[in-house]
């Protein structure tokens, strides 16, 4: 039988999004009851850092062993992935010694060789084209505060990363639409998004993308990988800030989200992010419990106790 891998949100149809979303509440409940859940008893995640972190290896970490399981973590700098060994390799040792592994990496072609070379779920924790566990905690989060997504309106200002083509994927499934403002040079990639996509509108104004969306969302101006462009995007970017004045274009009732690491005064006002319409923080806590439903999903299939 295929192995099932989660690289990006379109490896999942809509029926299996909403059977995770149904456990991570199931879980999360659990979690926030004190009451011991290990359906994942012995199992081992391997978790890839070849980037930096502290959500995404908390969370798996954390979220793993809760289960029940282990995690181990191996990153470039003092594994042999530093020195050279190719990824195909590395995919097949680490997936005999192991039930399910994260890779967080560069290209999106690196982790596709992984998962292509190994015997266990491969989950994406961020690659340079799409990071879906956080857009899927993030889908979980408007849930919980707003209802269903379905229908909704979700503002994108930023630059055209990870974060974006995933929320292009989620518009698709989950039937949202997103307004998205970039900067002039640094435009959606159309071969990153599908061409039945009719799910987004772009605007050249990041204030008209802000207009009655029910989610305003952005992220980091300079992704990690493009460090070297900093100074040019800080330049680029200068405008596409969510402040107070965006935020009142929004729906009255909007939500604020980042997945963060944010850099207040740059890409969001510390009036917007720490103020009353963020969630900032209920949505990094739900990393945790959508991370949990997704690897009882992919080592389990679909279980309703
Ligand atoms: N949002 C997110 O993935 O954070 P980390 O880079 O800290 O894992
Ligand atoms: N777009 C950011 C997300 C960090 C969680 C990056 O790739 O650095």
Aim: aromatic share 10%; glycine share 6%; net charge negative.
């Amino acid at each position: 039988m295929a192995i099932k891998h989660f690289l990006q949100l379109s490896d999942f149809t809509l029926d299996e999004f909403e059977h995770v979303i149904t456990r991570a509440h199931f879980i999360k409940r659990k979690f926030k009851n004190y009451e011991t859940y290990h359906p994942l008893l012995d199992r081992t995640l391997v978790m890839v850092f070849e980037k930096s972190s502290t959500r995404t290896r908390l969370s798996f970490e954390a979220g793993i062993q809760q289960l029940g399981g282990n995690a181990i973590y191996i990153n470039t700098m003092d594994s042999q992935l530093g020195r050279g060994e190719p990824v195909e390799d590395a995919a097949q040792v680490m997936s005999r010694m192991s039930d399910i592994i994260m890779v967080r990496t560069f290209g999106h072609d690196i982790i596709e060789r992984f998962a292509a070379n190994s015997r266990v779920p491969v989950i994406n924790g961020l690659t340079n084209e799409h990071h879906p566990c956080q857009v899927l905690a993030d889908v979980f989060t408007f849930i919980e505060h707003r209802g269903p997504i379905k229908g909704k309106t979700v503002a994108w200002v930023g630059d055209a990363n990870n974060m974006l083509y995933s929320w292009l994927q989620a518009a698709q499934i989950f039937g949202f639409h997103l307004n998205v403002s970039t900067p002039k040079g640094y435009d959606i990639d159309s071969m990153l998004v599908a061409p039945d996509n009719t799910h987004y509108t772009k605007f050249d104004q990041p204030a008209d993308a802000c207009v009655g969306a029910h989610l305003v969302t952005t992220d980091v101006w300079t992704s990690m990988g493009f460090e070297a462009e900093n100074a040019e995007r800080m330049k680029a970017f200068d405008g596409w800030c969510i402040d107070a004045d965006k935020m009142a274009k929004a729906a009255p009732d909007a939500v604020f989200m980042h997945c963060l690491p944010a850099h207040r005064g740059e890409e969001v006002t510390s009036e917007v992010i720490d103020g009353p319409q963020s969630v900032v923080w209920d949505e990094a806590e739900n990393r945790l419990h959508v991370q949990k439903a997704l690897m009882e999903y992919l080592l389990l299939g679909k279980v309703s106790n």
